[in-house]
């Protein structure tokens, strides 16, 4: 019966510490995608330097456990993180955004995490308690893939959150997988603040004319078929993967390329969602 007790006191104590950290957070965006491979990791960390970039106070968690890649799209993947008392500090990339990845507490990049569930859920709610966020505008969580564990542990443990936002590519069976998505949030009661089409349409360097290598126009047919809103199209752009692999995201390596417009467009429109003037 004691150790009941003392049980059920740790968690109380961990859901106040959570609490209180969250609190002074004042935007929670959630960014998920129905599968793998649809650039979400690479939407979530232009859109999380795109608001530092305007001024914003911004905090960027990676919480794919098992795949983290936030890091290497800063080039931070080798930073050393520091703590006390208070809790761990987030890795700071200017000019105001904190990143927290997974990838900061394994030594080999190249070793899986062999996790069960329970294991990520307690990592997950570490992330948001422990660490030493600080007042911020935004929190950017970058998901996993799909409706399992840690999507399921982020959007309970965060109830209050402004929304999801869907990231798909036009091609159908993205498009099937991102309608999951949208119906995993709706019945998590976190709202839908709308879908990004990603690598939609490439533009010949050759010739200019456009490519729809896969289709085009697929997520905003979605959105509307769903009700939801839709934030734009993101051109596929092969220096947006040269720029991430190089650890400095589109909206900074080439501000005037047609990504970085679709990005600051984006922007705008989620800034809309949350209540917030454009800057």
């Not at 059920?8 to 793998?36: A, F, W, Y």
């Not at 050759?206 to 729809?212: A, P, S, T, V």
């Amino acid at each position: 019966m004691e150790d009941d007790k003392i049980e059920v006191k740790t968690v109380h104590n961990e859901d106040v510490k959570l609490m209180k950290n969250m609190v002074r957070i004042k935007h929670k965006i959630i960014v998920t995608s129905g599968k793998g491979g649809v650039g979400k990791s690479t939407v979530s960390s232009n859109i999380a330097m795109l608001l530092s970039m305007r001024g914003y106070e911004v905090g960027l968690l990676d919480a794919d456990i098992h795949g983290p890649n936030i890091p290497k799209m800063f080039h931070i993947e080798d930073a050393v993180l520091h703590g006390d008392t208070e809790g761990i500090m987030p890795v700071i990339v200017p000019p105001h955004l904190r990143v927290m990845s997974m990838a900061f507490l394994v030594q080999n990049s190249d070793e899986p995490i062999i996790w069960r569930g329970p294991m990520k859920m307690g990592a997950l709610r570490q992330f948001l308690a422990e660490v030493r966020w600080g007042p911020l505008d935004f929190l950017i969580i970058d998901l996993p893939p799909g409706t399992g564990d840690e999507p399921l542990t982020i959007m309970q443990l965060l109830p209050e959150a402004d929304g999801s936002v869907v990231v798909t590519t036009p091609q159908d069976v993205a498009l099937q997988n991102s309608r999951k998505s949208i119906g995993f949030s709706r019945k998590l009661n976190i709202p839908v603040l709308g879908v990004i089409e990603n690598m939609s349409g490439l533009t010949c360097p050759h010739c200019g004319k456009e490519i729809d290598l896969f289709k085009i126009g697929g997520g905003e047919k979605a959105a509307v078929e769903l009700d939801v809103p839709f934030l734009g199209r993101i051109p596929l752009d092969p220096k947006v993967v040269t720029s991430g692999d190089e650890g400095m995201p589109i909206v900074i390596s080439d501000t005037d390329s047609p990504a970085a417009e679709a990005y600051n467009q984006i922007v705008d429109m989620i800034l809309k969602q949350v209540g917030e003037d454009p800057r």
